[in-house]
Every structure is written in structure tokens, then in C-alpha cells.
Nanobody
Framework: VQLQAFGGGLVPAGGSLTLSCAAS????????MGWFRQAPGKEREFAAA????????SYADPVKGRFTISRDNAKNMVYLRMNNLRPDDTAVYYC???????????????????WGQGTLVTVSS
């Protein structure tokens, strides 16, 4: 699976942004998908994930209620809608794919086999 994330940019605090991830290669609908982020000087951290069917999602506490992950299996796309952005949301955002895993594994970077190149989101105060 090849992944390409895009849609990042500069946005003021309180603003919104939607990230997209285009997948190609093997059967997309068979993969659980995740969004992770890495701020300068920090480790990569989990943001959100969605099951292969789209029926189950998972969110990190800092983004709950503000971010929404979704997918369109017909288009091989995953999205991350980010509302009420804060300066501490500034990071490079990565999409990732993994064959179906346990729910508890969705938040673990090591669970994911494929990664996109990342897209930078900068939130100004």
C-alpha cells in the first residue's frame, strides 16, 4: 500500500483544516487506517484511527471532540477533519495503514505497516 497525505497548511488558532490521505496498491478496504502526528522535538503520537469498515473509530484524548476521521473505500481515501485547532496541534501529520488489528493496537505506531510521507500543519496563535 502506498499512502500520500496532503492538505496541511497554516491556519489560525480556532480554525479548521481537513487532511486527506490517498491510498493505492493493495485492497484498501482491508486495512485499518490511522493518523499520527509528530511535533518538533517530540515523539510521534496517535491522533485518530478508523476500522476497515468505517464503523469503528478511535481518538486520542487531546483531539476528542475536535477531530473526526472518516474514509471512503470506493475512492481509497481517508480524511481527518480538524476543528477548533490549537497551537499545540502544530505537527507533521502522517497517515498509516495496517491489516486488521485489535482495537487496542490502533493507537500504537508499531502496529502500522505502511506510512505516508506526512503533511505539515501549523497553527498560529
Amino acid at each position: 500500500v502506498q499512502l500520500q497525505a496532503f492538505g496541511g497548511g497554516l491556519v489560525p488558532a480556532g480554525g479548521s483544516l481537513t487532511l486527506s490521505c490517498a491510498a493505492s496498491g493493495r485492497t484498501f478496504r482491508g486495512y485499518d487506517m490511522g493518523w499520527f502526528r509528530q511535533a518538533p522535538g517530540k515523539e510521534r503520537e496517535f491522533a485518530a484511527a478508523i476500522r476497515w469498515s468505517g464503523g469503528t473509530t478511535s481518538y486520542a484524548d487531546p483531539v476528542k471532540g475536535r477531530f473526526t476521521i472518516s474514509r471512503d473505500n470506493a475512492k481509497n481515501m481517508v480524511y481527518l477533519r480538524m476543528n477548533n485547532l490549537r497551537p499545540d496541534d502544530t505537527a507533521v501529520y502522517y497517515c498509516a495503514a495496517t491489516p486488521r488489528v485489535a482495537y487496542s493496537a490502533l493507537a500504537v505506531p508499531a502496529s502500522y505497516h505502511y506510512w505516508g510521507q506526512g503533511t505539515l500543519v501549523t497553527v498560529s496563535s
